[in-house]
């Protein structure tokens, strides 16, 4: 009985193996430009965020028949990560891809190991600058979080004095970031800016929950700035944790929510779609689109970062849904933000450059109320 | 800088706030006590909360009723902790590694049947509204008095039901004839068998007790705390839960308190949070370095308990 169940296990485990790496799309010449791609995915899909913007953007590629796509969801959990670099180094290994995708902070290192092992193979990581120009096979896609925060907190900053339902007389705004860290605070040095750009006056309450998962502790520093510093709109910039911004504005009923990386009015709940305003919006899928419509040009960046901003879509802002409800006047600010942006007219400072981050500590600390 | 401090902790609402941080670490703190009274480990806390908190949601979203959703928490968190118990007490396996597999299980298991469920990946905002919420009640009568209604009436059902069952844990351990009988399982086993006590059907119900503590607590966080679940729901509270049973000496009242001083940490950490200058990565030690001041004082007292003994003895 034994025997047969280790049996059964270990056939069971080799198939799935067999499963994982095998059966992926092979002969790619058929149009003469059909990439083939592999998009490996360093978590789950049905995040409703990056992961699923980028496979939204491979399978509106692979419709218009620019694209073989193949993904490849690797799982989150710490159990999971040991197959990150295995899978990595599978596919790599195959060289049937065109281009491998990878995503997030997270990896890399993995990739840079990889990379390095494989130079013929082309890569793409996005959302991550860590190693650009290191391996010249890899591009990073990075996206102007900074220009995105500036529309954000433009609109903020507006909203905070127009009177609108459930604003006080305060001028102050909420910031939930996921940790102190260079990106998350460029979305904020944008949203600073942005703020500052509208009201020199305003004073930005900004938090960190110190990790992206803990909604409960996000939603107990929300609180604290609606109830102690009158914040009366919080933006979440953190993943689940900066969801606990909209639950405790919705529990309060005295403040709203601004969303990011996806349509979160859309993802939500209806009553917490109900009080979020608007999403600043990430579009990895997007910008993977552009970076085909490039390739097929013949512009490649190998080795290079490539930074997407508002014109080449690779961040924006919802501006239908409740959006479309606030005053005139704050909808006409945050379009005029967005075209000065487009038209170079304003320059938004970033956490990402060298002294950026300490420059942008300092801005939200003398902003802090 | 702590003038700010100070006018922010002496508010109500943090008052308020550290019931309402405490009261997801008392549940799973509860349960670890029950579990060790009878002997056997519970460290499986974070994953039953987890598994449970995923099953509250789905069972109040289906049968839009919050009240199901909580029962059907609490009696997943019943067949997991027995799970465990027959882990451990059936097929010997330590009972370490059963709470430790439930815990590993619980991660990647709870995506894959919110996935079977749902259709969703990431987390449950999609499925809520207030209907399926854990309510909060006003206490007629306390809620009219100024500063104590701000602080004891407004919280969640379970909220009370965490502190209630500090009381009850407390008789049902040292009042009725059950209690006895775990107590004396755990103190020494094979005593206890001599005199005809069933061992493992005691422990079984300590554990499915615990499993009871663990549904709640789960409950609480995914249908109230955090009005939704995601993977990293629980995010660490079960196991500081088992320091603070630890730091309780294992008792209902003693744990009680040590997991206000958690709650108490956490609440001031978040005000703190809010001054300026300060840093978030600092601060998030707190919890954890009041524990330890906790833990300092408390050894010092207990030293200077010995000392009077002894010097009594001369």
């Excluded at chain 1, 930005?204 to 998962?213: A, L, S, W």
């Excluded at chain 1, 990430?282 to 508002?310: P, R």
């Amino acid at each position: 009985m034994k025997k047969l169940l280790s049996l059964l296990l270990a056939s069971a485990l080799a198939i799935s193996m067999l499963a994982g790496c095998g059966g992926s799309a092979s002969d790619g010449g058929e149009k003469g430009e059909v990439y083939n791609v592999c998009n490996l995915v360093n978590g789950n899909l049905g995040d409703k965020s990056f992961f699923d913007s980028a496979k939204s953007g491979l399978d509106k590629l692979e419709a218009d028949g620019v694209i073989k796509a193949k993904t490849i969801e690797m799982g989150a959990t710490d159990a999971d990560q040991p197959k990150w670099l295995e899978t990595l180094y599978e596919v790599s290994e195959s060289g049937e891809y065109d281009l491998i995708i990878v995503g997030t902070y997270q990896m890399p290192d993995y990739l840079k190991e990889v990379a390095e092992k494989y130079p013929d193979q082309k890569y793409l990581i996005y959302d991550d600058t860590t190693y650009v120009g290191v391996c010249p096979n890899v591009v990073n896609m990075s996206f102007r979080q900074n220009d995105l925060g500036y529309m954000v907190g433009v609109f903020a900053a507006a909203m905070t004095t127009s009177g609108y339902d459930k604003m006080n007389d305060d001028a102050v705004i909420g910031f939930l970031g996921g940790v102190d860290s260079p990106v998350i605070n460029d979305f904020l040095y944008g949203y600073l800016a942005g703020a500052q750009s509208v009201n020199p006056d305003v004073k930005v309450d900004t938090r960190y929950v110190t990790n992206y998962y803990d909604t409960a502790y996000g939603k107990e520093l929300a609180l604290s700035m609606i109830n102690d510093k009158k914040a009366d709109i919080v933006w979440g910039v953190g993943g689940a944790a900066g969801n606990g911004g909209a639950e405790a504005a919705q529990e309060t009923g005295k403040a709203w929510f601004i969303g990011v990386d996806s349509d979160q009015e859309a993802t939500f709940g209806a009553e917490l779609a109900a009080i979020t305003l608007t999403s600043g919006l990430k579009n990895v899928g997007d910008g993977i689109c552009w970076f085909f419509e490039q390739w097929a040009q013949g512009n490649e960046f190998w080795g290079q970062e490539i930074n997407l901003g508002i014109a080449e879509g690779g961040v924006g802002i919802v501006t239908d849904k409740n959006f479309a409800s606030v005053p005139q006047d704050v909808q006409d600010a945050v379009l005029a933000a967005q075209e000065a942006i487009v038209a170079g007219e304003i320059t938004v400072p970033s956490a990402l450059t060298d002294g950026g981050n300490d420059a942008a500590r300092a801005l939200r600390d003398s902003m802090q109320p | 800088m702590f003038e700010q401090i100070i006018t922010m902790v002496f508010q109500t609402d943090f008052a308020f706030s550290i019931f309402r941080i405490t009261a997801p670490i008392l549940f799973a703190a509860l349960a670890a006590v029950v579990a060790e009274k009878a002997g056997v480990v519970n460290i499986g806390l974070e994953g039953i909360m987890l598994i449970c908190g995923l099953f509250g949601t789905l069972f109040s979203f289906w049968t839009q009723s919050w009240f199901i959703g909580v029962l059907g928490a609490i009696v997943v968190g019943i067949l997991l902790a027995l799970m465990i118990g027959f882990f451990a007490l059936k097929l010997h396996t330590d009972i370490i590694l059963a709470g430790i597999a439930v815990n590993t299980m619980s991660a990647g298991g709870t995506i894959f049947l919110l996935y079977l469920f749902t259709g969703e990946r990431g987390n449950t905002a999609s499925l809520t509204s207030s209907n399926i919420l854990i309510p909060t009640i006003k206490i007629p009568g306390l809620h009219q008095i100024p500063i104590l209604g701000d602080i004891f009436s407004g919280h969640a059902v379970l909220t009370y039901v965490a502190f209630l069952l500090v009381f009850l844990i407390w008789v049902l351990l040292y009042k009725t004839s059950i209690g006895l009988q775990i107590r004396a399982v755990g103190e020494n086993a094979h005593a206890a068998e001599s005199v005809g006590v069933s061992v493992i059907k005691i422990q079984y119900i300590a554990l499915a007790i615990s499993g009871i503590l663990c549904g709640m607590g789960g409950a609480f966080m995914s249908m109230y705390y955090s009005q939704s679940w995601n993977t990293g729901l629980v995010a660490g509270r079960g196991f500081i839960a088992l320091a603070a049973q630890a730091m309780g000496r294992g008792e209902p009242v003693g744990t009680m308190f040590s997991s206000l001083l958690f709650g108490f940490a956490q609440a001031l950490r978040t005000k703190v949070s809010g001054v300026q200058g300060v840093s978030s990565n600092l601060i998030s030690a707190m919890p954890y370095l009041v524990t330890i001041i906790g833990l300092v004082l408390y050894a010092a007292s207990t030293m200077k308990k010995v000392k009077k003994i002894k010097n009594k003895d001369k």
